[in-house]
Nanobody, 115 residues
Framework: QIQLVESGGGLVQPGGSLKLSCAASVDISTLHRVGWYRQVAGKERELVATISRGGLINYGDSVKERFSVSSDTVKNTVSLHMNSLKPEDTAVYYC?????????WGQGTHVTVSS
């Protein structure tokens, strides 16, 4: 089982920025896909951003041009830079990794956008 530890969540004002980080217990260069999803209570988990092993990046429609995902294969981390945050970005953000035979989720980190 791949262990994922997220950090960086918190409270931020609308229009502000926040960075989330996810540390993986394995060499992420061997994984098929890494990235972030988010979930609001009572709603389905939705895509935020993912990076495939080939470098293809996919963003959710609601975060395009505001969020940026990146990975560091030396530190085995996946980061999410969030800019121009809106109240509707408030959610629990989950780190996600997918290998050939398994997929793992982090425990989630809360992001609240409010004045």
């Amino acid at each position: 089982q791949i262990q994922l530890v997220e950090s960086g969540g918190g409270l931020v004002q609308p229009g502000g920025s926040l960075k989330l980080s996810c540390a993986a217990s394995v060499d992420i260069s061997t994984l098929h896909r890494v990235g972030w999803y988010r979930q609001v209570a009572g709603k389905e988990r939705e895509l935020v951003a993912t990076i495939s092993r080939g470098g293809l990046i996919n963003y959710g429609d609601s975060v395009k041009e505001r969020f940026s995902v990146s990975s560091d294969t030396v530190k085995n981390t996946v980061s999410l830079h969030m800019n121009s945050l809106k109240p509707e970005d408030t959610a629990v953000y989950y780190c996600y990794v997918e290998g050939r035979w398994t997929a793992s989720w982090g425990q989630g980190t809360h992001v609240t956008v409010s004045s």
